[in-house]
């Protein structure tokens, strides 16, 4: 729950959110499949880029 609001939020504050790489690489763990990290841009541009969640 906490998630989606936060999710959500995020998404009205920064509406050209997105994604550098349309298919961001997944650890090779199977158990606990999961992002290293995960950069965004905020504008759309390559300096809009935000180091990702380590």
């Known amino acids: 729950m906490e998630g989606e609001i936060a999710l959500s939020a ?3 504050a920064a509406p050209r ?12 763990n199977v158990v606990l499949r999961g ?14 880029v935000v180091s ?3």
């Open 10 to 12: 995020l998404a009205a």
């Open 35 to 48: 992002l290293p990290k995960l950069p965004v841009r905020l504008d759309g541009s390559p300096r809009g």
């Open 17 to 28: 959110l997105g994604l550098p790489d349309p298919a961001p690489p997944y650890k090779e």
């Open 52 to 54: 990702g969640w380590a």
